[in-house]
């Protein structure tokens, strides 16, 4: 770690209390990634979102039902979507902001902050 983190990395995580800013750490390697893939096939009337975490059951219900007013706006009326978290790389927990403030197990372990299930939508 090179340059300590800028105190606004630590505030924007807002009540957590950030133990160990992982997200700076560029040894051996990057901690974390810089670029993050998201993927959305389709096959039919079958969606696979593939996404490198892992979503809490109410962050999932709440991206696929985004998800899922965006594809009927195309013409598609009955989409089924399923997430396949883990794909590509790993970025650990997306929680809906009520769980994010709540830091339970997996709120505790989300590193993009409070908004990381917004900038998955």
Same mark, same amino acid.
């Given at each position: ?5 800028? #105190?606004?990395?630590? =505030?924007?995580?807002?009540?957590? !209390? !950030? ?5 700076? %750490?560029?040894?051996?390697? $990057? ?8 993927? *959305?096939? /389709?096959? @039919?009337?079958?969606?696979? *979102?593939? !996404? ?7 962050? @999932? /219900?709440?991206? /696929? =039902?985004?998800?899922?007013? /965006? %594809? ?5 009326? =009955?989409?089924?979507?399923? %997430?396949? @978290? *883990?794909? $590509?790389?790993?970025?650990? &927990?997306?929680?809906? *902001? #009520?769980? &994010?403030?709540?830091?339970? &197990?997996?709120?505790?372990? !989300?590193?993009? @902050?409070? $908004? ?6």
């Amino acid at each position: 770690m090179d340059n300590p983190p800028d #105190p606004i990395e630590y =505030e924007c995580h807002e009540d957590k !209390v !950030v133990l160990l800013p992982t997200g700076w %750490i560029d040894r051996p390697y $990057n901690w974390h990634p810089d670029i993050i893939e998201l993927g *959305l096939y /389709r096959i @039919g009337s079958l969606f696979l *979102l593939a !996404v490198p975490g892992e979503f809490t059951t109410m962050a @999932g /219900r709440q991206i /696929r =039902e985004r998800i899922r007013k /965006r %594809i009927r706006s195309h013409g598609i009326d =009955e989409p089924l979507i399923e %997430i396949a @978290g *883990l794909s $590509n790389i790993y970025t650990h &927990y997306i929680t809906t *902001l #009520p769980e &994010y403030r709540a830091q339970r &197990y997996e709120s505790a372990s !989300v590193i993009f @902050g409070p $908004n990381t299930l917004e900038g998955h939508s």
